[in-house]
């Protein structure tokens, strides 16, 4: 199919490029960008007057629920969501029912996912059998079956010797190894430790939760030249740790939440249930360091951690609720008021959305590697088109994920998704926005 977008902004954060002009796509690829010849013939065109044309977005935390919990997620509706958020690519967690570690299982998800054509799916491997932190899996069969990296998801790995081998194992083989940093004992609590975790009566999870973790990665690292990615961060020390250790030259990388990049502590209200988040909330420094570091380059990506929860598990006191909340669909919008309140402008929010979580996926994203996260004629056609004047209110009830909690419900967003191509195909059309 050929496709024509017309009178477009069109922003390629990768290559610093920000200018109207058209973009020709055919057979899944962008044939030109500007310099159109004369004799393309589209099948449809497209007017994106008024609208950003950007690479599609690449989110790098995502439950999709399935298998195992699709009473509070389908395959079919997670992935609406994405793509009607504007993302084209995918990495989901390990941390299914049974868990990721076996390539029969990777490659049923996968199957599933391609068949829906719509957002390209890149699972994460489970590090250890079941998730048990005691054993670990078959990395080199789990990546032919197309894991692009390893992960213990949200459950700590305790034992430090364990964590060396699979260090050592993965730095081998050059696979990567996404850990979220939290000490076990440490980090059993509901919300961030501070005044008003103590005032309410909620266990607390200290920041040291997070750097006791990221001082043993990190030293780990160090010994081992893995290449490790470090998920969600949450505090202003553990921002600053990365930094430090970036400076050194570390083979490191992190993401952080929206949640932590827009929300603190004092959000949960009167007991909100919503804001019952892993990591937990954290204190207004923390937010700003967060902020701070995603402007400038410390932090590399923002991820939507989109963790759809049914009602019945959010609906109890909010030490009981289920952690998590929706979020594929408000990903763009949080990224760009981020954006405008922070100063640093477009370009750098939607890069911490397209190339730069593209280069943390790297060599596991296999032929797309070259123009992934990017517009560039001759790579693959993941394009979305948004309009960045469009406002419009978080209405939970008319998201299309199945999980509809979220914290945000009654925010005014910037930027409205029109249309997302995969691979050069539409995946989702606004409906009253056809062209």
Not at 89 to 108: H, I
Not at 140 to 167: D, H, I, K, Y
Request: aromatic share 4%.
């Amino acid at each position: 199919m050929k496709i024509l977008i017309k009178h477009g902004r069109v922003i390629d954060p990768a290559s610093n490029f920000d200018e109207i002009c058209d973009v020709a796509v055919a057979a899944g690829r962008i044939v030109a960008i500007k310099n159109i010849v004369s004799d393309f013939a589209p099948s449809r065109t497209l007017d994106a007057s008024g609208c950003i044309v950007a690479p599609g977005l690449v989110d790098l935390a995502v439950r999709l629920r399935e298998p195992g919990h699709e009473h509070e997620g389908m395959l079919e509706s997670e992935m609406a969501a994405a793509v009607a958020g504007g993302i084209t690519s995918l990495a989901c967690a390990p941390d299914t029912e049974p868990v990721l570690d076996e390539p029969g299982l990777v490659e049923m998800l996968k199957m599933r996912a391609e068949k829906l054509h719509q957002a390209r799916v890149f699972p994460l491997g489970a590090l250890t059998r079941n998730l048990q932190g005691e054993v670990l899996t078959e990395m080199l069969e789990l990546t032919e079956a197309g894991c692009v990296a390893f992960s213990q998801a949200e459950v700590p790995l305790a034992n430090t010797q364990v964590l060396l081998r699979a260090l050592q194992y993965a730095s081998t083989f050059g696979f990567g190894v996404w850990l979220r940093p939290q000490e076990l004992y440490l980090g059993g609590g509901v919300a961030g430790s501070g005044p008003l975790a103590t005032r309410m009566g909620l266990a607390g999870v200290p920041v040291a939760a997070e750097t006791i973790a990221l001082h043993t990665i990190l030293e780990l690292t160090r010994a081992t030249g893995a290449r490790v990615h470090l998920c969600r961060l949450s505090s202003a020390a553990g921002v600053a740790l990365v930094r430090q250790a970036k400076d050194e030259g570390l083979n490191v990388s992190c993401d952080v939440s929206i949640n932590s990049l827009h929300l603190i502590d004092t959000d949960i209200g009167y007991f909100d249930s919503r804001a019952r988040l892993n990591p937990p909330l954290r204190q207004q420094r923390d937010r700003d360091a967060i902020r701070e570091g995603l402007a400038d380059g410390t932090i590399d990506a923002l991820v939507s951690d989109h963790t759809p929860v049914n009602e019945d598990a959010k609906a109890l006191p909010f030490a009981e609720a289920e952690a998590g909340a929706t979020g594929l669909e408000l990903l763009l919008g949080l990224a760009l008021k981020w954006g405008q309140e922070s100063g640093v402008g477009l370009m750098r929010a939607l890069a911490v959305l397209t190339c730069e979580p593209a280069r943390v996926l790297g060599p596991a994203l296999g032929t797309l590697q070259a123009s992934a996260g990017q517009l560039v004629a001759g790579g693959v056609a993941d394009i979305c088109i948004f309009d960045p004047q469009d406002e419009w209110t978080v209405r939970p009830s008319e998201l299309t994920s199945q999980g509809k909690h979220t914290p945000y419900s009654g925010y005014v967003l910037p930027g409205r998704v029109r249309w997302t191509m995969v691979g050069g195909q539409l995946a989702f059309e606004r409906v009253g926005h056809a062209a």
